[in-house]
């Protein structure tokens, strides 16, 4: 089973950046796709982003334009970098990887945007 790990969270102002990485304990390229979801208190786990190992990036609308998926195949990491940090994007944000056979998640990490 793959481990993944994410991290980069903390506090940050209203219109802030972060950038979260998603460090894979095996190559990525074994996922045919890689995501992340973010999930608010006593709300459900939502899309964010993904990109298909053959090119195809995908955004959710709430994060166009704001939000940007990469990736590093030599570290085996995921990044995900959020541009003009909302209020309405604090939650926990996962990794997740899709392979042929198995799906495997990340324990998530945290951001809070506050003033």
């Known amino acids: 089973q793959v481990h993944l790990v994410e991290s980069g969270g903390g506090l940050v102002q209203p219109g802030g950046s972060l950038t979260f990485s998603c460090a894979s304990s095996g190559s990525i390229s074994s996922f045919y796709a890689m995501d992340w979801y973010r999930q608010a208190p006593e709300m459900e786990r939502e899309f964010v982003a993904m990109f298909f190992t053959a090119g195809t990036i995908e955004y959710a609308d709430s994060v166009k334009g704001r939000f940007t998926i990469s990736r590093d195949n030599a570290a085996n990491t995921v990044y995900l970098q959020m541009n003009d940090l909302q209020p309405e994007d604090t939650a926990g944000y996962y990794c997740?990887?899709?392979?042929?056979?198995?799906?495997?998640w990340g324990q998530g990490t945290q951001v809070n945007v506050s003033s």
């Open positions: 997740r990887g899709r392979g042929i056979t198995n799906t495997d």
